[in-house]
């Protein structure tokens, strides 16, 4: 069952540009995580956002949750190379209880 | 150092040759968790663990068996391995025995392989 999605599934930027990044969701959840990949690694967590969050910031990351549209955006100022890498929304399950799903994911390409 | 570990890094086998893959955290989590990546697919959950004895069925079971015997391991077999269980697999553990409520931690992943 796809719970979030995101959007777009690829980006290209230039090194210094803004890199905006999209994941909706279905039925209402109690948080919202992202999480990076670098390419064929572990998966690396970001930032949870709980459903009565609005917005988190953490370094160069934004994210924000609409809870009435069902999405959420991570925004990473400043990109760099090194954040080239591809970014996944986590949510919980449509059906509640213990289960984790996952986006298929945005594949973002900074180039120096 | 805080991590969670996954054995082999990388396996090619044969179809119907059972094998196991290992999980183990040292974080004292309760949450442990196995998913396997496809391309265009993300991440799709094959079981879960809320705590030792607790498992549960993720979105894609079929062909795999877990057992949680100990807090800290977490293993994943393969009964009969199929082609199509060909995937990169990563085992991940949580806080809590919710795996969405803290951030997972992922293991650096398992390529397997069957022919």
């Known amino acids: 069952s796809q719970q979030g999605e995101e959007d777009p599934q690829a980006l290209s930027i230039q090194e210094g540009e803004n890199a905006t990044m999209n994941c909706s969701y279905k039925?209402?959840?109690?948080?919202l995580q992202w999480y990076r990949q670098n390419s064929g690694r572990g998966l690396v967590h970001l930032i949870l956002?709980?459903?009565?969050?609005r917005e988190k910031h953490s370094g160069r990351l934004r994210v924000t949750l609409d809870t009435s549209k069902k999405s959420s955006s991570l925004l990473i100022t400043a990109s760099r190379a090194a954040d080239t890498a591809s970014y996944f929304c986590?949510?919980?399950?449509?059906?509640?209880?213990?289960?984790?799903?996952f986006g298929a994911g945005t594949r973002l390409f900074v180039k120096a | 150092e805080a991590q969670v570990t996954q054995n082999p890094r990388y396996l090619i086998t044969v179809t119907g040759k059972k094998l196991t893959v290992t999980c183990s955290q040292n974080?004292?989590?309760?949450?442990m968790s196995w998913y396997r990546q496809d391309p265009g697919l993300g991440l799709r959950q094959i079981y879960y663990?809320?705590?030792?004895?607790?498992?549960d069925k993720g979105d894609v079971p079929e062909g795999y068996k877990v057992s949680r015997k100990e807090k800290r391991n977490f293993p994943l077999i393969l009964e009969s391995p199929s082609p199509n269980q060909t995937s990169l697999y990563f085992c991940?553990?949580?806080?809590?025995?919710?795996?969405?409520?803290?951030?997972?931690?992922f293991g650096p992943g398992t390529r397997l392989t069957v022919t």
């Open positions: 991940a553990s949580s806080l809590s025995g919710t795996g969405w409520a803290h951030e997972q931690y």
């Open positions: 039925t209402s959840i109690n948080n």
């Open positions: 956002i709980r459903s009565n969050e």
């Open positions: 986590a949510t919980d399950a449509e059906s509640g209880g213990f289960k984790t799903i």
């Open positions: 974080m004292n989590h309760e949450y």
């Open positions: 663990s809320m705590n030792v004895e607790v498992t």
